[in-house]
């Protein structure tokens, strides 16, 4: 069994900061992408970042700049560092990992930025 756990939300004031953190546990191996995603209300989930077992990561354009990915693969663990946050950013974030034959999605986490 494998769960996916987001952790790090939270209300923040515009131009704030925030760390979103994800760790995938149980019987996974062998992870390839470490990605977020975001949805805010009434809207589509939206790309966030992805950052790939060989250290490459890819940003939406409108948290280029702003937002930082990062990965700890010995602990199966993402991270993204929200900076200059602002109210256009407030969605749920979610946690999506994928690898050869699988792919599993966290449960989010609510980030709020109030201007």
């Known amino acids: 069994q494998v769960q996916v756990v987001e952790s790090g939300g939270g209300l923040v004031q515009a131009g704030g900061s925030l760390r979103l953190s994800c760790t995938a546990s149980g019987r996974i191996f062998n992870i390839d992408v470490m990605a977020w995603y975001r949805q805010a209300p009434g809207k589509q989930s939206d790309f966030v970042a992805r950052?790939?077992?060989?250290?490459?990561?890819n940003y939406a354009d409108s948290v280029k700049g702003r937002f930082t990915i990062s990965r700890d693969n010995a602990k199966n663990t993402v991270y993204l560092q929200m900076n200059s946050l602002k109210a256009e950013d407030t969605a749920v974030y979610s946690c999506n990992v994928v690898g050869l034959g699988y792919e599993y999605w966290g449960q989010g986490t609510q980030v709020t930025v109030s201007s």
């Open positions: 950052a790939t077992s060989d250290g490459s990561t």
